[in-house]
């Protein structure tokens, strides 16, 4: 089971060499500009915005279908729901089932909407080891017991998953199939043996952090106190100023 997203966060692109700290404000700027996108003419506009950025990245594109294959399930719903409850135009009907137009409008914003916002976060993910990215939070003010969290959950996340795969290559060298009706009980007795698990481990990495000095000023990560060099800084403010163009010919 792979969860790696920094498998390309050593590239060399002009996303990569942006400072973290300047990339996770300007992106997040462009991010809440396009939560308030709310006109059909703006959506070409975003979604250029996006494709530049991520080409900009060079990220390769199989990357970024991998990491929206998941997410997209939950757009799925609204896809296929939508057209056929919102609105009054009606632009094909066969019985009971009437397919209107503006619900195809909306989701072609809700749509366009999540796929940006996503692959920004994407972009940002991708392009930024994630060491660098806890330190330019933290630089930014965010707690360091969340900052420690955050970087202990993505650490481990790996263990959890590799625990997972010998469970269930175990189960099915048993001949478990998770087909069956009556698999309910095994899943659950793997859950919890997997939870179990962890929290033994959890209290072992604690106590092990605590030999070495964590809790007295030892920091896991090292801050990022600087917005980089004037280039990192043209990046930022040219996002704001996209993102404030955006949100008033929104308002506007």
């Given at each position: 089971m792979n969860i790696e997203i920094e498998r390309y966060a050593q590239m060399q692109s002009p996303v990569h060499q942006w400072a973290p700290r300047s990339k996770l404000v300007g992106l997040g700027l462009l991010v809440?500009?396009?939560?308030?996108?709310?006109?059909?003419?703006?959506?070409?506009?975003?979604v250029g915005i996006t494709a530049l950025l991520y080409l900009g990245s060079r990220l390769p594109l199989s990357f970024l279908r991998s990491r929206l294959r998941y997410p997209?399930?939950?757009?799925?719903?609204?896809?296929?729901?939508l057209p056929w409850l919102s609105g009054t135009t009606v632009l094909?009907?066969?019985?009971?089932?009437?397919?209107?137009?503006?619900?195809?409008?909306?989701?072609?914003?809700?749509?366009?909407r999540f796929v940006s916002i996503l692959t920004l976060g994407i972009v940002l993910l991708g392009s930024t080891p994630f060491l660098q990215l806890i330190g330019a939070l933290r630089g930014l003010g965010?707690?360091?017991?969340?900052?420690?969290?955050?970087?202990?959950?993505?650490?481990?996340?790996?263990?959890?998953?590799?625990?997972?795969?010998?469970?269930?290559?175990?189960?099915?060298?048993?001949r478990?199939?998770?087909?069956?009706?009556?698999?309910?009980?095994?899943?659950?007795?793997?859950?919890?043996?997997?939870l179990i698990r962890t929290y033994e481990q959890s209290e072992r990495v604690y106590k092990a952090m605590q030999l070495r000095g964590y809790g007295s000023g030892h920091a896991l990560y090292?801050?990022?106190?600087?917005?980089?060099?004037?280039?990192?800084?043209?990046?930022?403010?040219?996002c704001g100023a996209i993102a404030a163009t955006l949100m008033a010919l929104q308002w506007g």
């Amino acid at each position: 089971m792979n969860i790696e997203i920094e498998r390309y966060a050593q590239m060399q692109s002009p996303v990569h060499q942006w400072a973290p700290r300047s990339k996770l404000v300007g992106l997040g700027l462009l991010v809440v500009a396009y939560a308030t996108v709310q006109s059909l003419w703006l959506v070409p506009v975003m979604v250029g915005i996006t494709a530049l950025l991520y080409l900009g990245s060079r990220l390769p594109l199989s990357f970024l279908r991998s990491r929206l294959r998941y997410p997209s399930l939950f757009l799925l719903g609204v896809v296929m729901t939508l057209p056929w409850l919102s609105g009054t135009t009606v632009l094909w009907q066969w019985g009971p089932l009437a397919l209107r137009q503006e619900g195809l409008l909306t989701v072609v914003l809700v749509a366009s909407r999540f796929v940006s916002i996503l692959t920004l976060g994407i972009v940002l993910l991708g392009s930024t080891p994630f060491l660098q990215l806890i330190g330019a939070l933290r630089g930014l003010g965010l707690p360091d017991l969340l900052a420690d969290m955050t970087l202990l959950a993505y650490r481990y996340l790996f263990d959890i998953a590799d625990q997972l795969a010998r469970l269930k290559q175990a189960m099915r060298l048993r001949r478990f199939s998770f087909l069956q009706t009556q698999s309910w009980q095994p899943l659950a007795a793997v859950t919890g043996t997997l939870l179990i698990r962890t929290y033994e481990q959890s209290e072992r990495v604690y106590k092990a952090m605590q030999l070495r000095g964590y809790g007295s000023g030892h920091a896991l990560y090292e801050q990022t106190q600087t917005w980089g060099t004037g280039l990192d800084l043209a990046g930022l403010i040219g996002c704001g100023a996209i993102a404030a163009t955006l949100m008033a010919l929104q308002w506007g």
